[in-house]
């Protein structure tokens, strides 16, 4: 398989500084010498830039923080994935959460004049459902879902020049902290959550096969992994980090599972803090699910 990779070094959209290093710490991690080891070609396609938060204000555009900037990182992380050739996987590197605008919207657009539907398989602690009106810190990395179905700042839901994901397509699972307005949101909009309650007793196994099945009807599967969604004792370098998350081999099962599906055709690996992490532990176990997903076995 042939991988690019590129980062974007975020910290726009989060509370705390730091997980713009993220992609830096990513590839200290061995990235792509993990990756040329599982026999895949790799390249390297280096960063977004992006505009450094102390240098801008913060509320110059209203009640959403670093709004401008965030989408104009957005918008070149789009343009510069969606012209990736075909056969191409995209491997991108935030940051915070809020760079899926641009990721999910740039690979959902790459190489499909038919307009073919790609699923989103969102893996995370939070729901990131939140739209400008109900959010309480106006931090726009707790609002990339929403802005990608069209709820949200213009500015933002036009991203994709009209396009939106279908919720029907989009699952989470790993879920663990919803703000109430949220909540409503997604049962209004429909968008299929499985909460660490459902891990718990569903299993993993059969999480998969469910989701496998809702997101039957599209042709590609886009993979965006929080690294909130493991437990903290996993994941320490998050910035929001929630207890009682996915263990480490929940997660790996999860990831070996979409790599003999076949359908995984991009994946983004978000919110690595390594200002808070313990000797780059959270990259180095990021890193290794990543090497699940991109054919690495046991046996």
Not at 33 to 41: A, D, Y
Not at 127 to 153: C, E, F, K, Q, W
Request: aromatic share 4%; glycine share 12%.
């Amino acid at each position: 398989m042939n991988i690019s990779i590129l980062g974007i070094p975020m910290d726009l959209g989060a509370g705390r500084r730091g997980v713009d290093m993220g992609p830096s710490a990513l590839r200290n991690a061995q990235l792509a010498v993990t990756l040329r080891e599982l026999g895949h070609t790799v390249s390297d396609l280096g960063d977004i830039s992006v505009a450094v938060p102390e240098t801008l204000d913060k509320y110059a555009q209203g009640g959403l923080a670093f709004l401008d900037s965030i989408r104009q990182a957005c918008q070149d992380t789009a343009d510069r994935v969606a012209a990736l050739p075909e056969g191409i996987f995209p491997l991108t590197l935030g940051g915070d959460h809020s760079i899926s605008m641009g990721t999910v919207t740039g690979n959902a657009l790459r190489g499909n004049p038919r307009g073919e539907r790609m699923g989103l398989i969102w893996v995370d602690a939070h729901t990131d459902y939140n739209t400008p009106d109900s959010s309480p810190s106006g931090n726009i990395h707790g609002m990339p879902v929403a802005h990608l179905t069209g709820r949200g700042d213009d500015s933002l839901t036009s991203l994709g020049g009209g396009w939106h994901m279908n919720p029907e397509d989009i699952v989470m699972i790993g879920i663990r902290s919803v703000d109430a307005h949220e909540r409503e949101l997604m049962r209004e909009v429909g968008i299929k959550a499985y909460t660490m309650k459902d891990v718990d007793q569903l299993g993993m196994t059969r999480i998969y096969e469910e989701t496998m099945e809702r997101l039957s009807a599209t042709t590609r599967l886009h993979v965006s992994f929080d690294a909130d969604a493991l437990d903290p004792s996993i994941c320490p370098g998050v910035g929001t980090p929630v207890p009682g998350g996915l263990t480490y081999r929940e997660g790996h099962l999860l990831m070996e599972l979409l790599c003999e599906s076949g359908r995984v055709t991009s994946m983004d690996i978000v919110e690595v803090n390594p200002v808070l992490d313990h000797r780059n532990q959270t990259a180095e176990v990021m890193v290794g699910m990543v090497a699940s997903l991109l054919g690495q076995r046991i046996m």
